[in-house]
């Protein structure tokens, strides 16, 4: 007989060197802005330090990376975050359109303008204009953008009298501008204007420590109230998973898992058709979170006919063993100060020197996080 004792939850949040950014969002399942990996703190130390400028900004990466929301996390950590974050859509947008959504359009400019109108840049008058996928605009529109950019003012369509604007830029493309500047497709005197200070966004494939944290905070916006996790196994199959659409992919496949999955716990086979990729996750350390565990439900077993003090201190043991965080942080999860915590670690060890059994994992050691010692 085995009783079985579950391992208290603990908030992503509160993972070890984690930055967290929660955006602000009309949608009530957002998610914000995790991750560990060098690839995103290096992404991350860039938004930080630009956030409160004025600077035009250029986001550049591949679909799927999250351009739109490390936008919005700009936006919401400077000064502007009280004001309005305004996105405009570039692709697909024809010549007329494209100014009348940009600038807005009085009555009668053109047939079935029945009313005035106003456009996206008056809508964003002292906050964030964010101009996603900027490289898609035709080269013919770009030079009114950039007479927009240069002068800060603009006109209606089918008006003369030039307005201010005051916004903030962003722009995001998932295109080489560079290249696209030297074959003749994208206006120099724009790009230069837009790349004040660019920021690379890292593909998934390079944030391979950051999936752990990223599956679980999808995991928590679809579970739909569900107490979802996922496998060691299954999570496994995702490191080695190319994602060639990145974040986005990862959301849909663990959509589709929750759906094929009949309990709570996501295995392997509810991820049918991943292919493996070229790296692997050998030699990877991940970051502890709760439901992404080495088993479908990490727990501690004891023995029938234990006392409470015995089965206490086990509890310790596995807690030490499986934490990678401070003890500060380890005591704050388990509910304890850190006096108590490192007085029961004390008994934990002192009980294993009477039994001679050995420390599991790392008990009674220092612990390490990312080289520190605590």
């Known amino acids: ?134 490289g898609e605009i035709p080269l013919a529109l770009q030079v009114k953008l950039l007479r927009l950019l240069e002068t800060g003012t603009y006109r209606k369509v089918g008006s003369t009298d030039a307005r201010h604007a005051d916004f903030r830029l962003i722009c995001a493309t998932n295109r080489d501008l560079a290249t696209m500047v ?63 659409g990145n974040i986005r992919e990862l959301q849909n496949l663990l959509e589709r898992a929750r759906i094929l999955a009949a309990g709570d716990c996501l295995l392997p086979e509810h991820f049918p058709g991943l292919e493996p990729g070229e790296g692997g996750s050998a030699g990877l350390r991940l970051p502890w979170v709760p439901s992404l565990s080495r088993s479908a439900c990490p727990v501690v077993s004891v023995e029938a006919g234990l006392s409470l003090k015995a089965v206490e201190l086990r509890y310790i043991d596995r807690m030490q063993a499986t934490f990678p965080g401070t003890r500060r942080e380890l005591a704050r999860l388990m509910g304890v100060s850190v006096r108590t915590l490192l007085r029961k670690i004390k008994e934990a060890v002192a009980a294993r020197r009477e039994t001679g059994c050995g420390p599991p994992g790392r008990v009674g050691q220092p612990q390490r996080w990312n080289g520190v010692t605590h």
């Not at 560990?36 to 991350?44: D, E, G, L």
């Not at 400019?109 to 106003?118: E, R, W």
């Not at 004040?196 to 995991?219: G, S, V």
């Not at 996922?230 to 496994?236: D, F, I």
């Open 1 to 134: 007989m085995s009783v079985t004792l579950p391992l208290p939850c603990r908030s992503e949040t509160d993972s070890p060197q984690v930055h967290g950014i929660s955006p602000t969002s009309t949608n009530p399942g957002s998610v914000g802005m995790v991750g560990i990996s060098p690839a995103f703190n290096r992404m991350m130390e860039l938004v930080m330090r630009v956030a409160t400028e004025r600077t035009t900004v250029l986001l550049l990466g591949e679909s799927g990376t999250g351009k739109e929301l490390v936008a919005r996390a700009i936006h919401d950590v400077g000064r502007r975050s009280g004001r309005p974050f305004v996105v405009v859509e570039c692709s697909g947008l024809t010549e007329t359109l494209f100014e009348s959504e940009l600038f807005g359009h009085i009555k009668g400019a053109f047939t079935g303008a029945c009313a005035d109108k106003s456009g996206l840049v008056e809508t964003a008058h002292q906050g964030t204009l964010f101009l996603d996928e900027v």
């Open 182 to 244: 030297e074959q003749g497709g994208f206006r120099k005197d724009l790009f230069y204007r837009i790349s004040i200070f660019p920021i690379l966004m890292p593909p998934l494939r390079e944030r391979l420590e950051d999936i752990p944290l990223l599956a679980e905070t999808l995991l928590k916006r679809l579970a739909g109230g569900k107490n979802l996790t996922l496998s060691w196994e299954a999570l496994t199959k995702l490191i080695e998973h190319p994602f060639p």
